[in-house]
């Protein structure tokens, strides 16, 4: 390793993962798409046998649209391509969408929602949680796929109470040591430290009993890592594994559907890495259609979990 720069041993880490993965799964069988319920609006599950995934809104943010969201194509573009899905093209609708998965007789949730911390249109998840009948006090574990505040912030809140107060933490290993790292944070600009001292307020008291897993490890039952990285060094995605149907959580290897899901190659403002992050947004949304997954994904529309098609030079993400 000493002979790659981080970067590149980070790049190559995510194409080794997808590969394992490619050649683990090549006789997946092809099987009809499951019918979802809703039990309540927001919320949506599914099953994949023997496992659940039930999908709860977290609500969304709306930020006005300006040149700055997509960095790599011109504005006008972008409005068009808003224009074709028929949404407004001066704003962008950013929805969160934490999962609840229970395999093996545990209840794990992933991804853990803006808490106290977001816009007032977000945060929602306790409720739609109390809407599903699950209680915080019955979530056994928690998973993260990296570590920007709408997907860590609902895990403590404003008191600095843990929401969930009996689940195991489930981290990726790349993602703590790269936020979590002393010298990293205080060679940053004062500027720039946001995403640093918001991991050690979420993380911070309880770094003992954090788990960091290496991507690549089954976390827990019929629920594997797969390393991501690019929207942020340690960036992790799942599949979920259930005796009729496999389903992908690619987290946010890509953000609003109409714009990236449809154009791959567009980065948006919040990847860390652009080129690495448009890489993985390829071999995955490739990897769902050719190995007929499910997809889950964390700022997708509707119930956020449905099936993927080629359409064009990207793809269509169609919700439950
Ligand atoms: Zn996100």
Redesign the pocket.
């Known amino acids: 390793m000493s002979m790659f720069s981080r970067r590149s041993w980070l790049t190559a880490g995510a194409g080794l993962g997808l590969a394992v993965l490619l050649s683990a799964c090549a006789s997946a069988p092809t099987a009809m798409v499951p019918t979802a319920t809703k039990p309540a609006p927001g919320v949506a599950r599914v099953d994949l046998g023997g496992i659940t995934v039930t999908t709860l809104s977290d609500g969304v943010a709306v930020r006005p649209l300006d040149a700055n969201f997509v960095r790599n194509v011109p504005l006008a573009d972008v409005q068009q391509a808003l224009r074709d899905a028929n949404l407004p093209t001066d704003k962008v609708e950013i929805p969160?969408v934490p999962l609840v998965v229970e395999t093996g007789g545990q209840r794990v949730l992933v991804d853990a929602g803006n808490g106290e911390f977001g816009a007032a249109t977000a945060g929602k998840l306790l409720e739609q949680m109390a809407k599903a009948g699950i209680s915080p006090a019955s979530i056994n574990a928690v998973v993260i796929s990296h570590f920007?505040g709408?997907?860590i912030n609902g895990l403590r809140n404003k008191a600095g109470e843990l929401v969930f107060p009996n689940a195991r933490i489930y981290v990726p290993a790349p993602e703590w040591d790269w936020w979590m790292d002393d010298a990293r944070m205080n060679a940053a600009p004062e500027n720039a430290r946001g995403g640093f001292n918001n991991a050690r307020r979420v993380f911070g008291p309880i770094a003992g009993s954090v788990v960091r897993f290496q991507p690549g490890a089954e976390v827990l039952p019929g629920l594997r890592s797969v390393a991501a990285f690019g929207h942020t060094p340690g960036h992790t995605v799942f599949t979920i594994e259930g005796s009729k149907r496999r389903m992908l959580y690619w987290a946010?290897a890509a953000n609003v559907a109409a714009l990236f899901v449809r154009n791959p190659e567009w980065a948006v403002a919040?990847d860390q890495d652009a080129e690495a992050a448009r890489k993985v947004r390829r071999q995955l949304a490739e990897m769902a259609v050719e190995q007929n997954l499910l997809v889950a994904g964390?700022?997708l529309p509707g119930s956020a979990m449905g099936t993927l098609t080629r359409r064009g030079s990207g793809y269509e993400f169609t919700p439950f």
Do not use: I, R, S
Request: aromatic letters at 38%.
């Open positions: 969160f920007h709408d997907h946010d919040f964390y700022h």
